[in-house]
């Protein structure tokens, strides 16, 4: 869906106007930081509000958690998973921040850290389906397939067979990674059902289909296709230069046309950066 200058306007204000109201509030900052990395696209600007928000008194674990998001989506996992971690400090309890150290692990390629810290997140709060799908891939990236898909089954009963497609993704993830072909198709069938009635929020279930898919050409239309329409997704289309177990996106990978897109976006540097 399109973000358009109406709608940046408004957050813009929102942001602005809470950090003018409450200059000392962590989550007046987060806030700002949140605008930035979703609507302006001004990555600088979004660090340094985010470096506010944890350098103030009464630690929040949300700047924490979602700082932690933002750098791993800039693919800067190091700072990421410390993000994280001071979440988890400041609260252990948190599912947000359990949840962000077992992501950032995941993406940074350390699954036997993400399946224990996902585990975690699932045995505190498992009415999350979320808690289940996601301990279920990083304990299929971590080799452990049995217990993988029956996690992926528990949050399948626990939704009434109904996941999102975002979730149906993941699940999909599960099915490649463990070789359940038929489960793996009957996910894409779902996906490919609900992107049919075009509702908005499809494209971040896409990317991950067409990445666990080989379907390049699909990819890389719908990458331009977040940029060019200002999507939110923006910010985690640098995610492509990842080389995952079950992804396939070489070819998009080296396509000029995607690396002169990655380029002027000009995401902070990080160990994949394209000059």
Partial sequence: F?????????????????????PDAAESHTAMATMHQYLTFDWAAAEAAYEKAISLPSPNPTAFHRYSDFLWATLRFDRAREMARRAVDVDPLDGNSMHAVGVAALFDGDYAVAADALGEWNRYYPGSRWSYTKHGVALALNGDCEQALAQVAKADVLGGHDPSALMESWHGW??????????????????????AEQPPGIGAALFYLYMLDGQDDALLALVLEQVETRSPLTLFMHMAMLDLPGWSADAVREDPTYR???????????????N
């Fill in 2 to 22: 399109r973000t358009d200058d109406a709608l940046i306007g408004e957050a813009r204000s929102a942001a602005f106007s809470a950090v003018a109201l409450a």
């Fill in 260 to 274: 002169e897109m990655i380029r002027q976006l000009n995401y902070p540097p990080n160990p994949w950066s394209i």
């Fill in 174 to 195: 599960v099915y490649r990674l463990c070789g359940a072909e038929e489960l793996f198709q009957r996910s894409k069938q779902r996906i490919e059902a609900v992107r």
